[in-house]
C-alpha cells in the first residue's frame, strides 16, 4: 500500500522561502513505473487547489499564483518530490498536501499534509 508523508512545513515570514517534501513508501520508482504527483494545498475555510505537478518524464505545471516563486522536483531514487516555495505571501498559508492522481498502475493516494503559515 502506498503511503505519503509531508514534511517541512511550518512558520515563515512573507518573503521567505520553505522546502516541503513528500515521502513515498510502499512504491518503488522506476524508468518503467513512475507516477505522476502533485501538490495541493487548503486555505483555512476554502477548498483544495492543485498548486503543482509533475510528470514521469519531468514536465511541470503550476497554478498561476505561485509561478515563478514555487518549484517542483523530484529523486526518484529516494521516492520523493519536493516543492520549493520562495516569495511566500501570507496567501500562500495553508495545509499542503502531497498526492498521487489516479492513473494506470497507481489508485489515488493522500498524504495527511503540512501546515504553512506565513505571517510576520
Known amino acids: 500500500q502506498v503511503q505519503l508523508v509531508e514534511s517541512g512545513g511550518g512558520l515563515v515570514q512573507p518573503g521567505g522561502s520553505l522546502r516541503l517534501s513528500c515521502a513515498a513508501s510502499?512504491?518503488?520508482?522506476?524508468?518503467?513505473?513512475?507516477?505522476?504527483m502533485a501538490w495541493y494545498r487548503q486555505p483555512p475555510g476554502k477548498e483544495r487547489e492543485l498548486v503543482a505537478r509533475?510528470?514521469?518524464?519531468?514536465?511541470?505545471s503550476y497554478a498561476d499564483s505561485v509561478k515563478g516563486r514555487f518549484t517542483i522536483s523530484r529523486d526518484n531514487a529516494k521516492t520523493t518530490v519536493y516543492l520549493q516555495m520562495n516569495s511566500l505571501k501570507p496567501e500562500d498559508a495553508a495545509v499542503y498536501y502531497c498526492?498521487?492522481?489516479?492513473?494506470?498502475?497507481?489508485?489515488?493516494?493522500w498524504g495527511q499534509g503540512t501546515l504553512v503559515t506565513v505571517s510576520l
Open positions: 498526492n498521487v492522481p489516479a492513473q494506470p498502475g497507481f489508485s489515488e493516494v
Open positions: 510502499g512504491i518503488r520508482f522506476s524508468d518503467f513505473r513512475t507516477p505522476t
Open positions: 509533475i510528470t514521469s518524464g519531468l514536465g511541470k
